[in-house]
């Protein structure tokens, strides 16, 4: 399926040369939505994930059906004073400032194996800050899952100094 063709670009959003990447087109697409999930699900499968984590916000569009297509529970990782309960945080730089993220404490048991998955790699420092969170409950990662990546940003390169991680994209951008 030509995965590319169903993800709309909207030029100078969200600001003047960003090429915004709009995944809001595949999603009307049944067909489309239900490819990416099983495409995810088979190269994951045979690692055995106990659990998926999806990342704000659009990971969990994605990470919600790939659980249940997994038969696995689903965690979320939100930006701050989202969640109710006792959390944990990790704060990561961006281009201009800093931002964080946060998990509830009790959502991931020592040993459990984990996949995080979000729409879209570009630096990897929302994904490297997610690895962190996981890693603090003593979660096992066995791989990270993007819909889109933005190869040109070298995000992939920062997750390899993480670990040896199994990493998929469905739809890469070279540039």
Request: glycine fraction near 8%; aromatic fraction near 8%; avoid cysteine.
């Amino acid at each position: 399926m030509d995965l590319r063709s169903l993800i709309r670009e909207v030029p100078d959003f969200p600001k003047p040369g960003v090429n915004f990447k709009d995944i809001t087109t595949l999603l009307t697409n049944g067909e489309a939505l239900r490819y990416v999930v099983q495409r995810m699900a088979a190269h994951y499968r045979d690692q055995k994930p106990e659990l998926v984590v999806g990342v704000e916000s659009r990971g969990f569009l994605l990470g919600a059906p790939l659980a249940y297509e997994l038969g696995v529970g689903f965690v979320l990782i939100r930006k701050p004073n989202k969640l109710p309960a006792e959390k944990i945080r990790v704060e990561y730089d961006l281009e201009y400032g800093t931002d964080a993220l946060e998990i509830h404490v009790d959502a991931i048991q020592p040993g459990q194996r984990v996949l995080i998955v979000d729409d879209l790699l570009a630096t990897g420092g929302t994904m490297e800050a997610a690895a962190r969170l996981v890693e603090q409950l003593k979660g096992q990662i066995v791989g990270f899952s993007f819909l889109i990546e933005l190869a040109f940003l070298k995000g992939r390169d920062r997750l390899r100094k993480l670990g040896d991680y199994d990493i998929l994209s469905l739809v890469t951008y070279e540039e």
